[in-house]
Structure formats: structure tokens, C-alpha cells
């Protein structure tokens, strides 16, 4: 039996599927978070170099990981979108910019709190921070775009290139900041050199990173919806739509 | 020479027009009707290339056209609302330009029989900021006497601000365009300057 | 297990106020965003369909 | 197809040759943005000095970014964009004379005056040589890429604030090797690798540049 995968390319019948999709991936989460959460607290042993500050790895190396994740599969669909001409790829590029921006900034945050008692500064301009950093203005520079053209079908073509040629310079940006870093201040530091990974600790952060992905999936599909919703309200099987 | 299939074009909600097919032969005007907002200016630009149409199929002397499709582009010449003329330059360097870009015969004295034919040669020097509006045009409409190696023109209004007798020079010399076997789309409110027997309408209604 | 107590989890070895800064943030941008996008797509979703009922007078808001 | 590289450039460099004013104020942007630093920091010349590349690099920088809206701005207005956008020859080739032009009208401008600004940092000798090879390598990356983002914030509302929220982020790499270049240099280590690093960004942005800019200008006068 043959899929026919473009029967889902178009929004009218991708609407409902995702409409099924989004909670099954958050009761996803959900699950995957709770167990991370219960080896991170309860299972993993305090390090002994950083006492319990590490624990915040939980969460700052799935963001970052889902931050740099969700900016390639973004610039995938938006690249699909450009190349095919189909308006759901482009939604889709759309739809996630927000929750990789959001990771990207949780990553931040959390960075900067594990950063403190580390080293005793909030940001001490680490390899992997500071292209954190970039790649959160590489996400704003995206949104920023696409909202500051009104023709959806130019926004999307735009925010196309602008994110293709943002993934083509990602591996620039990181490398250059880790040379300039390390030019700087010398190797030593850094953050995210984890501690020696006892096996729970490892465990628990993949974990917790799976959490965070279907969470993101979860999050984009809904909010591919409602792009869906906005983008078609004048076609005909939205008016249909039961008000729900 | 110009076949045009089912086209359809969509401009953000609105559906302009659909199923649009129709054909320019050699030696055929086809000038498009319609009221302001029809898409009239919107099929113009996708028949030149500039736009993108939501559906259908542009066939140039049997093949299609895909866009950035250079044997196209030497062989068609559009003319938009705007003058395309740089206003720091002077007339003869913009239409100098214009002929190199459009890779026709953009020597001095060829630029100088247009400024001729065109009635600019006074203003031959200077800046087409100091141009009137109609004076404007008739630099712009100056790339048609340059392109007389191109078959198929494209214009958007192209008798619009021009004086009586600039009305007379152009139709007379879409009329030596058609005799060559060259093939024109165009739109206008002027219904008298077409030459007669060779323009065919085509309504577009929104 | 680690904890003797409940204190002892939330003091979290002295660092408390980083680990526990941490979550809360995170927790607070994912609940924030999961309101915003339930909100924003319910609404839609609502006018989608009344603007079925008005159009039928010609008017769509 | 050499011939229109040339008319296109030609044209622009006349063009600016016109209005000769704009095209000075980019010059004069970087003269005072560099001279701000030392009013902000203080006169003591060992500070000064150490943070002299940062300050002309970021300031050639914003100089150059600040220039970008003319590259298309103007053509798109006109109506002259889309006839080259129709024009027999490719069009990245063609987006390739217009960055070359606001290259020359404003990198080389800015690797000129660089030097001299520099000595008011006391920066000396060597330095001084590295800081406009390190700019000969890196201002036409900043034609290029900032060409994409001029290309495709054309006719958009606040424009000339999102062309700089585009480009910046993809600027960075070319400010770290060119400062470094130049702190390098200053420090009496050798600057090959920043350069040759730089002639790679160089010769990357060069493959990918016109074809993105080219396309970004197809989207725009859509």
C-alpha cells in the first residue's frame, strides 16, 4: 500500500492529522520528562566536583541540543517549501522558528545559572554560549522577517533563503567563537565539558532530551494549525469547520 | 509563437483569474481589457517572468518558459508602469544602459536615431530628473526603438502621459513591429492608437 | 536515594537557587507557550467558524 | 555576458559618482563612530590600543551595513531592478557587479581610511598592514553577504533596521578573524591563519552569495 505522502502535503487534510498528533506527542513528553526528571533527582549521584549545580544539565544540554535541532529541520522544511513550491513545508519552517528561539533562550538561561556557581560569573563568553547566543539572533533575524512582509507567500520564500543561508553559516559561527575563545582564554573553560558522565547522568540527560524533542514537535504542530487556520480562512473547508 | 494554458493567478486571497489559455501569433497584438484590479498588470508580469503563477503553463515557440530562461529573455522586451530610468543619469546614458543590458546594439549613434525617433535629442544630456513626466515616458518607451531585434513586447500602459503625436510615433511604430512578424501584449485606454485588423481583445473580467 | 528530606531536596546541596531558578524558568516558558499557542489557535479556530454565520449576510469580520 | 558585468558596474559607480554626498557619509559614519571610542573610554593609550581592532573592525562593519539599503534600494524604486532581473544574462553574475560596485565604493574606501584612524589608536608598523589586508580579505564578504539581506529586505517595512538583524549575525565570523588578525599582528604573532581563514570565508561567500542574493531579488520584485 503505497503512501501517498502528498495527500498530507496539503494543509486541509494536514490540519486534522496534526490536530490528532499534538497531544499524543505532549502525553509523550510528559512521560519522558517524568522519568528524566526522577533519574536526574533521585537516581543520579551528586557530582563531586560541582555538588548538585549539575543537575541543571537536565535541561540546559536538551535545549541547546533541541535549539540547534529544531534551527536545521527548520531550514529543511523552509528549503522543501522553496523547492517544491509547497505551502505546508513553508508553514511548517514557520511554525517552529518560536519554539527554537525559545529553546535557544532556555539554554541561555539555564547556562547562565549553571554558570554562576561554576564559575562565578552569569556569562563568561564560553565557545558554546556565545554561539548560543548567535543562533538566537539568527532565530530572531528569521521571525523578524517573516512578519515584517505581509505577502505569506514572499515571507515564506524569504525566511527560506535567509534560513538556508543562517544553516550554512551555523558551523562557521561555532567554529570561529570556539577558535576566538580559545584564543582568548585558553581551553580551560568550559561549560559543558560534563563531568566525568556517570551512566545515570547520561541516561537521564537523553532522557530528558527526547522529552524536550516530542515536546517541540507537539508545540510546532499546533501551531502549524493555527498558521493553517490564519493562511487558508478564506478557503472553503475552513468555514466548514465545525467551531471546536 | 505565445501559447498561454489554464493560468490562473492569486493574489493573497483573491483569486484574480483561472483557466485563463490563449495565444499571440506572429504579427498579432493582444490587447488585455479589464477594470483597474483585474490582474491585468499581474498576467503582464507573469507572462515576462517577473511574476510566479499559481497554476498553468507559458509556452514560448513551443517550449515551455522557466524563469531565468535566457533565450526567452533575449527574445522578449517588457515595459512596466515604472520608467526604469535612473533620475542622476542623463537620457542618452540611461538608454546607453539599457541597450548593453538588454544586449542590443547600444553604440552612440544608435542611442542618438532613438533619441531622434523619440524627439529627446535636446534633452540628450541631461539628467532625467529634469525631465517632465511625458518627456519621462518617451525616454522610457525609447527602449522599444532599441529593440527592434526583439519579437514578443510586453507593456503595461504604454500610451499613458504621452502626447498626441508620442500616440501617433508609438502606434505606427507597433504597426512596423507587427509587419516584421513580432507579437505584442499590452494594455491601454486609448482604444484609438491600435492598428487596426491586427488586434485581437481579451476581457479580463475580476 | 539522596535525600534524608524534603528540606534537604529544595536546599539541593547549598545551590538550590540556581537548579531550582532553572526549572521554574523552564517550566514556566514551556506552560506559557503551550497557553499561548492553545489560546491563540482556539480563537482562530472560533472565528473560523462564526465567520461561516456572518458571511451568510455578506459581512466577514 | 562580460559586457553587461561591466555596463552594471559602470552605472552603479556613475550612479554614486552623482550623488556624491551619500556615498561620502558612509565614509564620515566610520570615521566618527571610531573616533566615539576613545571619548567613551578614556584617552590611556594601552586600553586604546589593545581594543583598536574591535573598534574599527565592528565600526567598518556597521559602515558597510549601514550602505546596503543603496545597493538595490534605488533600482527597486525605479523600475530599473526588473528590467535586470529580465535581462538576457544571469542574474547572480549581474548581482555580482552591483556588490562589486558597493564594494569599491565603500570597502576600499574603508580599508584606506582604516590605517590612519588606527595610528590615532596607536597602532604602528606592522599592525597598520595587517589591519587593511585583513580588510581587503573581509569587506567584500560584507558586500556579499550583506547583499542577500539587502536583497531580500527590499520594499519591506523598517527595512534598514532588519537588513542590520540579518546581516550581524552572519557578519561575526569575519569580525573575529579580521580583529584577530589585527590583535594578532599587534600582539607579534603571525596573522597567516586569520588571513587565510578570512580568504576562505572569502572565497565561500563568493560561490554562495550572488546565487542567494538572486534569488532574493526574484522573491522581491515578484
Known amino acids: ?61 536538551p535545549a541547546a541540543w533541541m535549539s540547534m535541532v529544531i534551527y536545521v529541520v527548520m531550514a529543511a522544511w523552509a528549503g522543501l517549501g522553496l523547492v517544491l513550491n509547497t505551502r505546508l513545508s513553508s508553514m511548517m519552517a514557520t511554525a517552529l522558528a518560536p519554539t527554537g528561539a525559545l529553546m535557544t533562550f532556555l539554554a541561555l538561561w539555564t547556562g547562565a545559572l549553571w554558570g554562576k556557581p561554576t564559575w562565578g560569573t552569569w556569562w563568561a563568553w564560553d565557545a558554546r554560549m556565545t554561539s548560543e547566543l548567535i543562533l538566537l539572533f539568527l532565530y530572531i533575524g528569521f521571525m523578524a522577517l517573516q512578519a515584517a512582509i505581509d505577502d505569506p507567500r514572499r ?74 487556520l490564519e493562511r487558508e480562512r478564506h478557503a472553503g473547508w475552513v468555514r466548514e469547520l465545525p467551531p471546536g | 509563437m505565445l501559447e498561454i494554458t489554464d493560468l490562473a493567478c492569486r493574489r493573497g486571497e483573491r483569486l484574480l483569474f483561472r483557466g485563463l489559455s490563449f495565444s499571440v501569433g506572429a504579427g498579432e497584438l493582444l490587447w488585455i481589457e479589464g477594470r483597474n484590479g483585474a490582474g491585468k498588470t499581474s498576467l503582464l508580469r507573469i507572462l515576462c517572468g517577473l511574476g510566479v503563477a499559481d497554476a498553468g503553463e507559458i509556452r514560448w515557440r513551443g517550449r515551455p518558459v522557466r524563469r531565468g530562461d535566457e533565450t526567452f529573455a533575449r527574445e522578449r522586451l517588457f515595459l512596466g508602469h515604472a520608467n526604469a530610468l535612473k533620475d542622476d543619469l542623463t537620457v542618452a546614458e540611461n538608454l546607453h544602459f539599457a541597450a548593453r543590458i538588454a544586449g542590443s546594439d547600444g553604440t552612440l549613434d544608435a542611442v542618438d536615431r532613438v533619441l531622434e525617433a523619440c524627439g529627446l535629442a535636446a534633452v540628450r544630456g541631461s539628467p532625467v530628473r529634469h525631465l517632465s513626466q511625458g518627456q519621462r515616458r518617451r525616454a522610457a518607451l525609447g527602449r ?11 507593456l503595461d500602459e504604454p500610451f499613458s502621459a504621452l ?7 508609438l502606434s505606427a511604430l507597433l504597426g512596423a513591429h507587427l509587419e516584421r512578424g513580432g507579437a505584442a501584449v499590452l494594455t491601454t485606454h486609448q482604444e484609438v492608437a491600435l492598428p487596426a485588423g491586427r488586434t485581437r481583445r481579451l476581457r479580463l473580467d475580476a | 536515594m539522596q ?11 547549598g545551590y538550590g537557587r540556581f537548579v531550582w531558578g532553572s526549572y521554574a524558568v523552564t517550566a514556566a516558558v514551556i506552560l506559557i507557550e503551550v497557553a499561548t499557542l492553545v489560546r491563540r489557535h482556539r480563537t482562530l479556530r472560533r472565528r473560523a467558524g462564526r465567520s461561516t454565520a456572518t458571511d451568510s449576510n455578506g459581512s466577514s469580520p | 555576458m562580460g559586457a553587461a558585468f561591466v555596463a552594471v558596474f559602470r552605472r552603479d559607480i556613475l550612479q554614486a559618482w552623482r550623488r556624491r554626498a551619500d556615498w561620502l557619509n558612509t565614509l564620515f559614519f566610520f570615521v566618527i563612530v571610531v573616533s566615539l571610542f576613545p571619548l567613551g573610554v578614556g584617552p590611556e593609550p594601552e586600553p586604546l590600543r589593545t581594543m583598536a581592532p574591535g573598534i574599527l573592525w565592528v565600526a567598518a562593519l556597521l559602515a558597510a551595513m549601514l550602505s546596503l539599503q543603496r545597493m538595490f534600494g534605488d533600482d527597486f524604486a525605479d523600475g530599473t531592478l526588473e528590467q535586470l532581473i529580465l535581462a538576457p544574462q544571469p542574474l547572480p553574475w549581474l548581482a555580482l557587479a552591483k556588490i562589486a560596485a ?14 590612519v584612524l588606527g595610528l590615532q589608536f596607536g597602532l604602528e608598523g606592522e599592525p597598520l598592514f595587517v589591519l587593511v589586508a585583513a580588510l581587503l580579505l573581509g569587506t567584500p564578504c560584507l558586500s556579499l553577504i550583506g547583499a542577500v ?42 596573522a597567516a591563519p586569520h588571513l587565510s581563514l578570512l580568504a576562505a570565508g572569502l572565497l565561500l561567500a563568493l560561490a554562495l552569495a550572488p546565487w542567494a542574493t538572486a534569488a532574493a531579488l526574484r522573491v522581491a520584485a515578484e
Open chain 4, 102 to 115: 558597493h564594494w569599491l565604493l565603500t570597502g576600499v574606501p574603508l580599508t584606506l581610511l582604516a590605517p
Open chain 4, 149 to 190: 539581506g539587502a536583497a531580500l529586505t527590499l520594499g519591506v517595512r523598517g527595512g534598514g533596521v532588519l537588513v542590520a538583524l540579518l546581516v550581524l549575525p552572519l557578519y561575526i565570523p569575519i569580525l573575529i578573524f579580521g580583529a584577530g588578525a589585527v590583535a594578532a599582528s599587534a600582539a607579534g604573532i603571525s
Open chain 1, 1 to 61: 500500500m503505497a503512501v501517498n505522502w502528498f495527500k498530507y502535503a496539503s494543509p486541509q487534510t494536514f490540519y486534522p492529522l496534526a490536530g490528532r498528533l499534538v497531544p499524543l506527542f505532549w502525553l509523550l513528553a510528559i512521560v519522558l520528562g517524568a522519568i528524566g526528571l526522577y533519574i536526574g533527582f533521585f537516581v543520579a549521584p551528586t557530582d563531586f566536583q560541582q555538588g548538585e549545580s549539575y543537575r541543571i544539565i537536565f535541561i540546559h544540554v
Open chain 1, 155 to 228: 515571507a515564506d520564500k524569504a525566511g527560506a533563503i535567509l534560513a538556508l543561508v543562517g544553516v550554512v553559516n551555523v558551523p562557521i559561527i561555532y567554529f570561529s567563537v570556539k577558535w576566538w575563545n580559545t584564543l582568548h582564554q585558553g581551553a580551560s573553560v568550559s561549560l559543558t565539558r560534563a563531568p566525568s558522565m556517570a551512566n545515570a547522568m547520561l541516561l537521564g540527560m537523553l532522557i530528558m532530551a527526547l522529552a524536550f524533542w516530542a515536546y517541540s514537535i507537539g508545540a510546532a504542530l499546533l501551531r502549524v494549525r493555527s498558521v493553517i
Open chain 2, 163 to 169: 502626447d498626441t503625436d508620442s500616440v501617433d510615433r
Open chain 3, 3 to 13: 535525600w534524608e528530606s524534603v528540606g534537604q531536596f529544595f536546599a539541593m546541596g
Open chain 2, 144 to 154: 522599444l526603438w532599441l529593440a527592434q531585434a526583439q519579437p514578443l513586447w510586453i
